[in-house]
Antibody, heavy 122, light 106 residues
């Protein structure tokens, strides 16, 4: 059974940093692209960033709103996905989901974690 | 960036109704579009991918179609458990983008 479990969310002050983790199990993690998607309270879904699989060099893409502040990374030995968030802003407050992509690009997110809440406030 | 315009943003319907939600892309994305269902407090659930392919385990009352840059999600006969917000997503090019969502209430 595919499982994605996020952790690491919490309350942080503006300008602070946080690192989210997503533990993956039930599938060959290294084969898949992985994404972070967030949802601000009462709002829609916003894609945050992606990391490609091992076969595609673990390269990354990030949304413009987080470029230079957030970094997606992964550990294929331990089956973890990460999101390092620096210089946090109030508008980064959201539930952050990790989601499984395909074995190639141009693929949907077929499994999602339950999400972890990040609150940025003074 | 590719914009996805969903309509309507809200639907009030009855059990058994046929429901149609539209998602228009600002430029061509081929069939690289998915539909998700999200219930309050829960993660999104994949319903349809590649514009018209039903995800395994999803009831057959859900279907998707494509006409050029216009995509449609149809629920043939709405059930009480279909109360949710529905989102489209394009995965043709970066940044990946979502539509604004359609909330379906009974």
């Amino acid at each position: 059974e595919v499982q994605l479990v996020e952790s690491g969310g919490g309350l942080v002050q503006p300008g602070g940093s946080l690192k989210l983790s997503c533990a993956a199990s039930g599938f060959t993690f290294s084969d898949h692209y992985m994404d972070w998607v967030r949802q601000a309270p009462g709002k829609g879904l916003e894609w945050v960033g992606r990391i490609r699989n091992k076969a595609n060099g673990h390269t990354t893409e990030h949304a413009a709103s987080v470029e230079g502040r957030f970094t997606v990374s992964r550990d294929d030995l331990e089956n973890f996905l990460y999101l390092r968030m620096n210089s946090l802003k109030i508008e980064d407050t959201a539930v952050y989901y990790c989601a499984r992509g395909g074995r190639i690009g141009n693929a949907q997110n077929d499994y999602w974690g339950q999400g972890t809440l990040v609150s940025v406030s003074s | 960036d590719i914009q996805l315009t969903q309509s309507p943003s809200f639907l009030s319907v009855s059990v058994g109704d046929r429901v149609t939600i539209t998602c228009r892309a600002s430029q061509g994305i081929g069939s690289y579009l998915a539909w998700y269902q999200q219930k309050p407090g829960k993660a999104p659930k994949l319903l349809i991918y590649a514009a018209s392919t039903l995800q395994s385990g999803v009831p057959s009352r859900f279907s998707g179609t494509r006409s050029a840059t216009e995509f449609t999600l149809t629920i043939s006969s709405l059930q009480p458990e279909d109360t949710a917000t529905y989102y489209c997503q394009q995965f043709d090019s970066y940044p990946l983008t979502f539509g604004g969502g359609t909330k379906v209430e009974i």
